[in-house]
């Protein structure tokens, strides 16, 4: 069984920075791309980058410049660093995994976690 498991997600002042991990286990993450995402209330949940097997990195243009994905195959752990944070960015962030060579769309994820809650106050 395929297990996702996201932590470090809580609250910081904006401009402040969170590193968020994600930990896979019942499989090598090594041969998928890792993908986050976010939804806010109320609102649909979307992407927020991703990083494919060979390491190519593709992210949202509302986070671009500001948050980083890098991977530990090794330890099957991918992370989501988020530097410069703002408001907007309060979510419950979710990690994912897809055979698929870097997608922005959910639906092309076939494995997710449960999520973690960051908030950014103002």
């Known amino acids: 069984q395929v297990q996702l498991v996201e932590s470090g997600g809580g609250s910081v002042q904006a401009g402040g920075s969170l590193r968020v991990s994600c930990v896979t286990s019942g499989r090598y993450i090594s041969a998928y791309t890792m993908g986050w995402f976010r939804q806010a209330p109320g609102k649909e949940r979307e992407f927020v980058g991703c990083?494919?097997?060979?390491?190519?990195?593709t992210y949202a243009d509302s986070v671009k410049g500001r948050f980083s994905v890098a991977r530990e195959n090794l330890k099957n752990t991918v992370y989501l660093q988020m530097d410069s944070l703002l408001p907007e960015d309060t979510a419950v962030y979710y990690c994912a995994m897809s055979p698929k060579w870097s997608p922005t769309r959910a639906l092309e994820y076939d494995y997710w976690g449960q999520g973690t809650q960051v908030t950014v106050s103002s």
């Open positions: 990083i494919n097997w060979s390491g190519v990195d």
